[in-house]
Structure formats: structure tokens, C-alpha cells
T-cell receptor
Framework: AQSVTQPDIHITVSEGASLELRCNYS??????LFWYVQSPGQGLQLLLK??????LVQGIKGFEAEFKRSQSSFNLRKPSVHWSDAAEYFC??????????FGTGTKLQVIP | DAGITQSPRHKVTETGTPVTLRCHQT?????MYWYRQDPGHGLRLIHY???????DKGEVSDGYSVSRSKTEDFLLTLESATSSQTSVYFC???????????FGSGTRLTVV
């Protein structure tokens, strides 16, 4: 079945430290892949997307993600985390333009 | 997001009553979606629409129906609300291509 998996339910990092959130996908062909962020009580905001081309994708708020076909992964990274990055992050994928499937989310806590 | 609004934002209803949630968009997008968000499950697709009067089921469609009589409005109806339908419901829209979704702010529904 087509799916995305986020193995980490909760991650804690210190402010200023680097961040990597993991996402693995299961699709027959190259999927469309996305990362979204959700602040408490809010809707989801698109951070970045990948569907072809350069495997390193830059997004908003200083985030980037790298598509690795050999590892079926699309991990989200940020070199230096800010307290305002505390939120829940969702990886998502689609086999085509539509019907996106979401992972279960990773909650990020940032400590001073 | 300014292009998509959900109403109501919060609702408490009794078991067995019908409930209708509304999603309104001003972007003239073809595709509209209803998701529910529950802890540990991420977002799961309930129903989606690919045009006026064109709808299809998602992975958790039992107990829900939808209607789309105009491009801008997509209604989600819980025919007879149950406690298991207590959730946060998100509407999303998508234009074309791999642009990713734009989400509404969500409706928090409590069934007592």
C-alpha cells in the first residue's frame, strides 16, 4: 500500500542545535512528497515539496529536505533550530497530483 | 488561510444527531478534501471532490457524506453523530500540479 511513515513520535532538541526529522515512503514510482508544519490550534502549512529534479529541496523558514530513492526517505532538516520551530511536523506523499497520504506526525519540542 | 474558511470552528453535538460542516474557498480550485485528525493517526482522508457534484470516498468514509453543488462550497455531513467521530476536521484545497494543499483552520467537533 502507498504510505508514508514517520518513525519518531516526539523529538526534543536544544535551541540552536541541528534538526533532522525522518520520513520513509512506500510508493511504486517516484512520489510527490511534502512536509507540513502545524502549530497548536492551527491548520497545516506547507514547508516544502518534491516531485522531480534536484533531490535537495529548500523550503520556507530555513528548512530543507533531501529525497533519497535508495533509502525511500525524505528527511527534513534545519541547521539551527529556533524556539518558534516547536510544532508538529507531518510528512505526506502522493502517487499523483491528488489524494495525499499523511504520516502520523512528529512533535518537536525545543528547549532553551 | 484567506482563501479557505471552515465553519463552525467549534461544535458540540449529541450522539445520534446529524451535523454538517462547511468548507468555503475563494480560489476556484477544482479539488477539495475533508480530513480528520486524531492523535496517533495523523490526518486521514474522509471524502474528496474533483468537481461540482463529483465526489469520491477516502479511507475513513463510513458514517460521512459530502456534497458539492458549487465550486466554492464542500459540505461534510455526519448522518448520525457518534462519539468516535469526535475529532478535528480539516478541509483542504488543491489547484493543479504538485502544489500541495492549502488547509483551512479546522473544526473541532465533540460528540457527547
Amino acid at each position: 500500500a502507498q504510505s508514508v511513515t514517520q518513525p519518531d513520535i516526539h523529538i526534543t532538541v536544544s535551541e540552536g542545535a541541528s534538526l533532522e526529522l525522518r520520513c520513509n515512503y512506500s510508493y511504486g514510482a517516484t512520489p510527490y512528497l511534502f512536509w507540513y508544519v502545524q502549530s497548536p490550534g492551527q491548520g497545516l502549512q506547507l514547508l516544502l515539496k518534491y516531485f522531480s529534479g534536484d533531490t535537495l529541496v529548500q523550503g520556507i523558514k530555513g528548512f530543507e529536505a533531501e529525497f533519497k530513492r535508495s533509502q525511500s526517505s525524505f528527511n527534513l532538516r534545519k541547521p539551527s533550530v529556533h524556539w518558534s520551530d516547536a510544532a508538529e511536523y507531518f510528512c505526506a506523499g502522493s502517487g499523483g497530483y491528488q489524494k495525499v497520504t499523511f504520516g502520523t506526525g512528529t512533535k518537536l519540542q525545543v528547549i532553551p | 488561510d484567506a482563501g479557505i474558511t471552515q465553519s463552525p470552528r467549534h461544535k458540540v453535538t449529541e450522539t445520534g444527531t446529524p451535523v454538517t460542516l462547511r468548507c468555503h474557498q475563494t480560489e476556484n480550485h477544482r479539488y477539495m478534501y475533508w480530513y480528520r485528525q486524531d492523535p496517533g493517526h495523523g490526518l486521514r482522508l474522509i471524502h474528496y471532490s474533483y468537481g461540482v457534484k463529483d465526489t469520491d470516498k477516502g479511507e475513513v468514509s463510513d458514517g460521512y457524506s459530502v456534497s458539492r453543488s458549487k465550486t466554492e462550497d464542500f459540505l461534510l455531513t455526519l448522518e448520525s453523530a457518534t462519539s468516535s467521530q469526535t475529532s478535528v476536521y480539516f478541509c483542504a484545497i488543491n489547484g493543479q500540479g504538485a502544489d500541495g494543499y492549502t488547509f483551512g483552520s479546522g473544526t473541532r467537533l465533540t460528540v457527547v
